[in-house]
């Protein structure tokens, strides 16, 4: 614990030198509280990140109380595995996201070593990752950053982040990854600390 809040006072001391549009906004946010998502292992987190797409936050709780009721508190490969497709739509699940989960899981059992992914290299990581079906690189990242506490990943697909530049920097368009990963680069090695700042931006009162 001590040592993960001196890194992030030590990356925050760093974003603060090498940009002054994000020191203003460091300076406005405070320390970074960046916590890590430890809750449950690889595999939960990847099912549950499946389960959260394209549904509201309250729909993903219903879903996942019942994923917890039905399996004894948690979910694990050969659960999906052994359920029916008439079992999983009974949980919540729609027909494409079933086939995700059993994708996962198929893969889980067959030699996808989850176990192992915090030793892995982040695009390494990210390489693996995303040959399961329903994860893209988004996804990945913020496992990398929220559950590994990667701290130099650039999520450029992340609307927020987006928003969140384009607002800091005064463009009149979103920006393109290009130019992200150019406004980033000062930023290195703490990406994911400053894309942490941009999303707490966003709650920030505009002039």
Not at 80 to 95: F, K, Q
Not at 141 to 149: S, V
Request: hydrophobic share 40%; aromatic share 8%.
């Amino acid at each position: 614990m001590r040592r993960r809040t001196t890194e992030l006072r030590r990356a925050r001391a760093h974003l603060v030198r090498a940009d002054p549009v994000l020191a203003e906004i460091v300076k406005k946010v405070g320390p970074c509280r960046l916590t890590l998502h430890r809750g449950g292992d690889a595999y939960w987190y990847l099912s549950r990140a499946i389960l959260r797409q394209q549904i509201s936050g309250y729909a993903a709780a219903a879903i996942e109380r019942r994923i917890r009721e039905r399996f004894d508190g948690t979910l694990k490969p050969e659960h999906v595995l052994g359920a029916s497709d008439a079992e999983l739509r009974g949980l919540g699940l729609s027909r494409q996201k079933a086939g995700y989960l059993r994708d996962l899981s198929t893969r889980a059992r067959d030699g996808l070593r989850l176990h192992r992914l915090g030793r892995m290299r982040d695009e390494r990581l990210i390489e693996t990752l995303t040959v399961v079906k329903g994860i893209g690189r988004w996804t990945v990242e913020m496992l990398l950053i929220f559950r590994f506490g990667r701290p130099d990943v650039l999520p450029v697909a992340d609307y927020g982040i987006q928003k969140a530049m384009q607002r800091a920097y005064g463009m009149r368009k979103l920006p393109k990854p290009e130019r992200m990963r150019k406004i980033a680069e000062t930023w290195r090695p703490y990406r994911s600390i400053a894309c942490w700042y941009l999303w707490r931006s966003l709650d920030l009162k505009t002039p």
